[in-house]
């Protein structure tokens, strides 16, 4: 009986072992996977802007809880850089053209005008 217990155990051991190392490169690969994800998103969002100096429409409304992934990002705006913060990360993406100095939270909007070289951002609460 008592080598019964051992044996049980000693499985129960091996189990714990071999799912602690497996688990270890899976978190690091969802890790990596959503850094991946939220540089795309700014990516898109610099794409975005770019397209919309491209098109006929003088004036863009954006809302954050539209292009922001969740509720705790923000999106900045500085010159040509497109910057999204999350949790004390910073995933950035590059514009063509020059836009103000902006920050946009989830919860707010703003209106992108083409002025004559750069993008006017108002930010609407």
């Known amino acids: 009986m008592l080598e019964f217990t051992m044996s049980r155990v000693s499985l129960f051991v091996c189990g714990a072992v071999l799912l602690s190392i497996t688990i270890i ?19 898109q969002i610099a794409t975005m802007m770019d397209s919309f100096w491209s098109s006929d429409s003088d004036t863009m409304t954006v809302r954050g809880w539209d292009i922001l992934p969740s509720a705790d990002c923000s999106l900045s705006l500085n010159e040509h850089t497109v910057t999204i ?10 514009m063509v053209h020059r ?3 902006v920050s946009l939270s989830y919860g707010q909007t703003m209106t992108v005008e083409r002025g004559d070289e750069r993008f006017v951002v108002l930010i609407n609460d």
């Open 99 to 101: 836009a103000d100095d």
């Open 85 to 94: 913060n999350k949790n004390g990360k910073t995933y950035h993406g590059l």
């Open 25 to 43: 490169p899976v978190s690091g690969i969802f890790d990596e996977r959503s850094d991946a994800d939220m540089l795309d998103a700014t990516d």
